[in-house]
C-alpha cells in the first residue's frame, strides 16, 4: 500500500504531511503546447527539476498526459525528493452559458468529452498505483465548476469521478477549484473528497498589493468557516508578471508585485501551517491569446528561457 495512504496522512481536518514549500508545475517552453501535443522532452523536464529541487518538495500537475508521465519517470529514475499531486484535465460535459469566451458544445462534442474524461480517470488510477510512492494525492479536477469556465462538469459527475477514484487507489483525493464553488455549490463533493483544494488570485479580483494577503485570507476562512471538519490545502495563488489590460490592469503586474505577493503569501502559510502551491513554475507562452503581453503566460517564477524572476532572491533561496 502507498505511503501516502489517505488513512496515515489525513487526521481530522489536518494533512500530515512532510514539511515543504510546493508549486504547480506545467513544463511547456515555445512552440510546445498540451493542445497541440508537443510536449517537453524527458532532458528538458530533468533540467526543469534539477532548478526547482532546491526549493520545492511537493509538485501540482494538471493532468495525467505524456508530459505527466514524463515527470513521474524522471522523478524515479533520477532519485529526485518531489512528492506529486496529479490531476486530470477534464473536458466539459455541459454547455455553459455564463462563459465570457463561449462554451456551447453540441450533443456530440460532449458526448465525446464525457467519454475522454473516463479514461483520463482511469489513467489517474493507473498512475497513482503505478507511482505509489511518489503520488501523494489524486485531483479529480481542474475548474470545471466554477460559473465562468468553458469545461463544465456537474456536481454529480464530480462526486461519481471522486466516489471511481478512492475505490481504487489509496491516496487522499481532492479537486481543484476557485474557493467560489466550494462554499455551497460543492458541498455534496466535499462528502466524498478527502480534502478541499481552492485557488485565490487577488489580482484577478482587482485588489492591489495592499490588500491582497487579506483578500487571500478571506478566501480561505469564508471556506474554512463552511467546512470546518475539512482539511484545506491552497492548490493555486500567484501574480502575473505582466498584463496587457486583460483583467488585470498592466500598473498591477510587475515582478516585483509578484515578489511581494509571494512572500506574504509564503510566510502567512508556513505561519498558519497551510499547504500552498505556488502559481505557477514557469511562464507558459502556449496559454491565452496570440499578445506576448496576455497575463495568463507571465505567472512563472521563472521566465520561459529558464532564468529566474525577483521572487527567486530572497523569497524561495536565491
Known sequence: MSKYARESIIKGNQLLMPPGDAICYSGYREGQSPQTGDFPSYNEIHEDLLLLAPHWSYLRLYDCSQHALTVLKVIVENNLDFKVMLGVDLGAEMSNPNCPWGADYPDHVLQQNTQANEREIQRLVTLCNTYEDIVFAASIGNEASV???DHMVSVDRLVHYAKHVKQNIAQPVTFCENYVPWRDKLKPLVEV???ISIHTYPVWEYH???SALDYT???YQS???VHPNMPIVITEAGWTTTSNGRGIEPWNASVQLQSEYCKQLAQWSKQENIMTFMFEAFDEPWKGSAD????EKHWGFFFVDR???PVMNGVFGG
Open 208 to 210: 492591489t498589493i495592499d
Open 217 to 219: 485570507q478571506l478566501n
Open 193 to 195: 473528497v478527502d480534502f
Open 223 to 225: 471556506v474554512e468557516e
Open 307 to 309: 532564468t529566474p524572476k
Open 292 to 295: 506576448a503581453a496576455e497575463p
Open 147 to 149: 460559473e465562468w469556465n
